[in-house]
């Protein structure tokens, strides 16, 4: 026999269990299996010379285009006097990618990596919406 008190307890955990059949919740991924044990490793060769530091810098990606939708959407430009200053009036006069916070690339560099612009470069001379004064 149900009583009302038995009643009162399975009501919220019946719309409980409602609502998470319902829900639109992905399925589990399947656990991966255990990685195979490492190789044993050979006896360690005497006194490992150092590895020498890479002469050559790291490949660079290519330089962003105008047409690129991400430098639409930000305003990018290769150069920075060009800046659409009635659009963007957080312009700054003096402003470029080689003073901003996000740009990657050398001191002194004309390109370099920007984070906005995933794989691709930046004109040191650029600007974009997104600059941010680089603080030292």
Do not use: H, I
Request: aromatic letters at 6%; glycine letters at 6%.
């Amino acid at each position: 026999m149900t009583t009302r008190r038995r009643f009162l307890m399975m009501v919220p955990a019946s719309g409980a269990v409602l609502a998470a059949a319902c829900s639109k919740q992905e399925e589990p991924a399947a656990a991966a299996p255990a990685p195979a044990p490492a190789p044993a490793e050979p006896p360690a060769a005497a006194a490992p010379s150092p590895a020498a530091p890479p002469t050559a810098p790291m490949a660079a990606g290519p330089m962003v285009e105008a047409t690129d939708p991400t430098a639409v959407a930000l305003g990018y430009v290769a150069v920075a006097a060009n800046a659409d200053k009635a659009k963007y009036p957080n312009f700054v006069d003096g402003s470029n990618c080689a003073n901003c916070a996000l740009y990657q690339g050398a001191a002194g560099s004309e390109a370099g990596p920007c984070p906005l612009f995933a794989g691709k470069q930046v004109a040191a001379a650029g600007w974009c919406s997104s600059w941010v004064k680089k603080t030292t």
